[in-house]
Each structure stands twice: as C-alpha cells, then as structure tokens.
T-cell receptor, first 114, second 114 residues
Framework: AQSVTQLGSHVSVSEGALVLLRCNYS??????LFWYVQYPNQGLQLLLK??????LVKGINGFEAEFKKSETSFHLTKPSAHMSDAAEYFC????????????FGRGTSLIVHP | DGGITQSPKYLFRKEGQNVTLSCEQN?????MYWYRQDPGQGLRLIYY???????QKGDIAEGYSVSREKKESFPLTVTSAQKNPTAFYLC?????????????FGSGTQLSVL
C-alpha cells in the first residue's frame, strides 16, 4: 500500500521568507512523486515531478523539491515567498509496477503575510 | 485549446435526488478519474477508468456511479444513497495509465445539499 503524509495543514510565512512544505511517503517500490498547487475554487495544476534521474527537481514559479530515498521524503521549497504563492499544495505518489493510481496527501495551505 | 471541462460549476441536490456531474476532455487521454475533496482531507478517489467501457471503484465509491461510453466523457452520478454529498468534486485525466505522467484537472464542481 502507498500513503502520503504532509506535515502541517497550514504553513505561514512572511513575504520574502523561505517556503518549506513537507511530504513523506511510504512505499516498498520506487515511487513517482508529484507536487500540485490549487488556487481557490480551481482544479490542481502540476508544480513539479520526480520520476527517475536527478533527485533535485525544479518546477514552475521558482519551486523545487528533492527526493531523498533514505528519508522517504519529497519536501517542496522556494527561497523567497511571494504573495501570489498563497494556495493549497498537495503531494502525490504513484507506485511503479502497480495500477498507477495517484494517491494524494491531505494538503498544506500556504499563507503568505506581507 | 485542449483541456478538461467540468459542469456545472455549482450544483444543488434535493433530498432523495440523483444528480450527474459532467466531465469532458479533448486531450485524447485514456485514463480518467473522479476525486472528492473535503476540507482537511485532501483528494479521495471515487472511481477511475483506464479505457472506454471499463471502470473501477476507488476508495469511496459507495453512493456514486459512473459510465465511460466514450473516451472523451466520464460522468459521475451522485445517488440518493450518498448521505453526505456536499463536497468539491474534481475530474482528472492522464494520457495513459503509466506512472510518470501528470494529471490534468478540471476546475471542479461544488455540490451542496438543499
């Protein structure tokens, strides 16, 4: 079975501060990992993904994430928060060799203060 | 432009009524998914379909039904058996059932009970 845990339902930062959103997964096989962003009353859009190769992946809007197998983590970071980053962020995992059904974490709401 | 269209954006259900949420995609994707989103619970899978005329139950299928008669369409019916239908419903699609591809999402339907 696969599962995704996002630590912290809400994260609050000041504009210009570092953004760190945490995601841990459980899997006995190599995972495919994704971060999606959702703005109010909209669907989700992909920020970045890890499939194979380089463990540090860069996405849109200045976000990046690092796959750490030893820690079963895929934390999302951005060096400097912008007001427009305020949104809900979801981590998702797909297991290789299975039915390839995405499983989502519960989401983290990012609040950016001026 | 290609994409996924969900309609209506807002829907109200009366007691004992069945309602159908529409999901249409022109991306030529094989796989389609329905998720339910409740505050603080992330996205939970209701049904998915990886090919026309075939679909599978997800984690919370009770009280819901789907059909996949055409590649482009994957409507979701919320039946009267679903006792707590108020939620935001998201339809998504993926090109194939492989693991390394992202999901494309519609903009969602907010269902409320009158």
């Amino acid at each position: 079975a696969q599962s995704v845990t996002q630590l912290g339902s809400h994260v609050s930062v000041s504009e210009g501060a570092l953004v760190l959103l945490r995601c841990n997964y459980s899997s006995s096989v190599p995972p495919y990992l994704f971060w999606y962003v959702q703005y109010p009353n909209q669907g989700l859009q992909l920020l970045l993904k890890y499939t194979t190769g380089a463990t540090l992946v860069k996405g849109i809007n200045g976000f990046e994430a690092e796959f750490k197998k030893s820690e079963t983590s895929f934390h999302l970071t951005k060096p400097s928060a912008h007001m427009s980053d305020a949104a809900e962020y979801f981590c998702a995992v797909i297991l290789s060799g299975g039915s390839y059904i995405p499983t989502f974490g519960r989401g983290t709401s990012l609040i950016v203060h001026p | 432009d290609g994409g996924i269209t969900q309609s209506p954006k807002y829907l109200f259900r009366k007691e004992g009524q069945n309602v159908t949420l529409s999901c249409e995609q022109n991306l030529n994707h094989d796989a389609m998914y329905w998720y339910r989103q409740d505050p603080g619970q992330g996205l939970r899978l209701i049904y998915y379909s990886q090919i026309v005329n075939d679909f599978q139950k997800g984690d919370i299928a009770e009280g819901y039904s789907v059909s996949r008669e055409k590649k482009e369409s994957f409507p979701l019916t919320v039946t009267s058996a679903q006792k707590n239908p108020t939620a935001f419903y998201l339809c998504a699609s993926k090109k194939t059932q492989s693991g390394n591809e992202k999901l494309f999402f519609g903009s969602g339907t907010q269902l409320s009970v009158l």
